[in-house]
C-alpha cells in the first residue's frame, strides 16, 4: 500500500475552491498552516471553521491560522494560490516583494486556474511551480466528495509533480498531467458543460414552475446518456432534429413576450438542425 506523504499546505484565498479544498485537505491528514484573504471576516471564518474538533483531529490538531500578511506563509511546503483567474497575477506581484527575504524553505507555489497558465507563476519566489486544477462546480454551501473530482496536474519539477500526485492520492483523486494549453481547452469544455447549461437551467426553471423539481430525472438521463455514446450527437432528441417546425413554431409563440429566451432558443435549434445537415445523424 502507498505510504501517504503529508505536507505544510497554506492558501490565499478563502473562496470557493480554498474553503472545500483546505478542509478536504486538513480531514486528509495535512497542515493547513495559514489562511491569507484580503477579506478578514471570510479569512478567519475558514480558519475558524478548519480548527473545529472533527477536523482538526483528522490533522493531529495542527492548527489553522488567519493572516492578512504574507510573509507569514512563506515557511510552509506548498502554498496554492486559489483566487480568481483576474487576482492570481495580483498575488504573484506581492509574493515577489519577499524575493530578497532569507527563508528556511522557500515553498512550492501552485495555482488552481483552469484559465491561466503556469508561465503566470515563473518568476516568482521559486522555480518550484506549478498547477493543480479540480475539474468541478463548487460552492461553500454544499459539500463535495473529491474522490469524484479529477485534477489536472502541471508542474516545472518533479519534486513539485511528487507533492500534487502525493495530494491526489491523499484525496482519494484521480489526476491527469496536461499542459496549460490542453487545461485552457479543458476549462471552456467546462464553461459549456456547466455554466451555459446552468444558464439554461435557470430559464427551464422559471418555465416550468411550480412543476420545475420534476426536469431533475430528465436532466440527469440526458447528461448520462451523452456520455455513454461515443458523440452526445448520437442521442439527440427534440423537435430541432425531428425538424418539427409546428411544434417550434409553438415554442416560439410562448417566448414572444421573451426576447433573450427566445433568441436562445431559435440559436440552438437553427444548430441542432445545421449539425444534423452536417453530419447525417
Known amino acids: 500500500m502507498k505510504r501517504i506523504d503529508l505536507y505544510k499546505i497554506s492558501f490565499i484565498g478563502s473562496g470557493n475552491l480554498a474553503y472545500r479544498l483546505s478542509i478536504a485537505l486538513k480531514k486528509a491528514g495535512h497542515s493547513v498552516e495559514f489562511i491569507y484573504s484580503r477579506d478578514p471576516k471570510e479569512g478567519e471564518k475558514l480558519s475558524y471553521i478548519l480548527n473545529k474538533d472533527e477536523i482538526i483531529e483528522r490533522s493531529n490538531f495542527n492548527f489553522t491560522k488567519y493572516s492578512n500578511n504574507l510573509e507569514a506563509l512563506l515557511n510552509s511546503q506548498l502554498i496554492i ?3 480568481s483567474d483576474n487576482a492570481t497575477g495580483q498575488i504573484i506581484e506581492l509574493l ?3 524575493k530578497s527575504n532569507n527563508f528556511d524553505n522557500i515553498p512550492a507555489i ?3 486556474s483552469g484559465a491561466n497558465s503556469i508561465d503566470i507563476l515563473q518568476n516568482s519566489l521559486t522555480n518550484n511551480i506549478g498547477v ?3 475539474l468541478m462546480t463548487l460552492s461553500k454551501t454544499k459539500p463535495v466528495d473529491f474522490k469524484i473530482v479529477p485534477f489536472f496536474l502541471e508542474s516545472s519539477s518533479d ?6 500526485q502525493n495530494i491526489c492520492f491523499s484525496l482519494g483523486s484521480e489526476y491527469t498531467l496536461i499542459d496549460s494549453n490542453q487545461r485552457l481547452k479543458l476549462h471552456l469544455a467546462a464553461v459549456y458543460i456547466s455554466n451555459f447549461i446552468n444558464y439554461l437551467c435557470s430559464i427551464s426553471f422559471e418555465m416550468a414552475k411550480p412543476n420545475h423539481i420534476s426536469l431533475l430525472p430528465l436532466a440527469i438521463e440526458t447528461i448520462r446518456k451523452a456520455f455513454l455514446y461515443e458523440n452526445p450527437k448520437l442521442v439527440q432528441t427534440g423537435p430541432a432534429i425531428r425538424e418539427d417546425f409546428t411544434t417550434i ?3 416560439l409563440d410562448i417566448l414572444s413576450d421573451n426576447t433573450p429566451e427566445k433568441e436562445v432558443y431559435q440559436l440552438i435549434t437553427k444548430l441542432i438542425i445545421d449539425q444534423k445537415k452536417e453530419t447525417n445523424v
Open 81 to 83: 494560490i486559489a483566487v
Open 96 to 98: 515577489n516583494r519577499y
Open 110 to 112: 501552485v495555482h488552481c
Open 132 to 134: 493543480i486544477y479540480p
Open 159 to 164: 519534486y513539485l509533480m511528487n507533492i500534487l
Open 249 to 251: 413554431e409553438k415554442h
